[in-house]
């Protein structure tokens, strides 16, 4: 079964770090592009990082630029998301998807997007 699962969630202060990580099985990263995603409470569903499938080009929200870094290692089957410098508006549920179409990923189309994993969640508060 093909799945993508992520990790590395849970709860932080603000200022503080966390690394997601979003791991395929079943299927090879290789040709994709993945693209992380959060949701809120009570708010939609925004596009947070976009990394192509060689790692060659990333995009990020505009809320997330310069404390965010996306990478991944195929060798690892893995994408990450770095979080530096979290704040509360950084809460939500994380979720990575998958797909082979660059533009659906730098442009967070994530209804048009093959592969979705469940999601893990972050808390920031102090």
């Known amino acids: 079964q093909s799945q993508l699962v992520e990790s590395g969630g849970g709860s932080a202060q603000p200022g503080g770090s966390l690394t997601l990580a979003c791991a395929a099985s079943?299927?090879?990263?290789?040709?994709?592009?993945i693209a992380w995603f959060r949701q809120a409470p009570g708010k939609e569903r925004e596009g947070v990082s976009c990394?192509?499938?060689?790692?060659?080009?990333?995009t990020y929200a505009d809320s997330v630029k310069g404390r965010f870094t996306v990478s991944r290692d195929n060798t690892k089957n893995t994408v990450y998301l770095h979080m530096n410098s979290l704040t509360p508006e950084d809460t939500g549920v994380y979720y990575c998807?998958?797909?082979?179409?660059?533009?659906?990923?730098?442009?967070?189309?994530?209804?048009?997007?093959?592969?979705w994993g469940a999601g893990t969640p972050v808390t920031v508060s102090a």
């Open positions: 998807a998958a797909d082979l179409t660059y533009y659906y990923c730098s442009a967070y189309k994530w209804e048009n997007m093959e592969y």
């Open positions: 079943g299927f090879t990263l290789d040709w994709y592009q």
């Open positions: 990394i192509s499938d060689k790692g060659t080009d990333m």
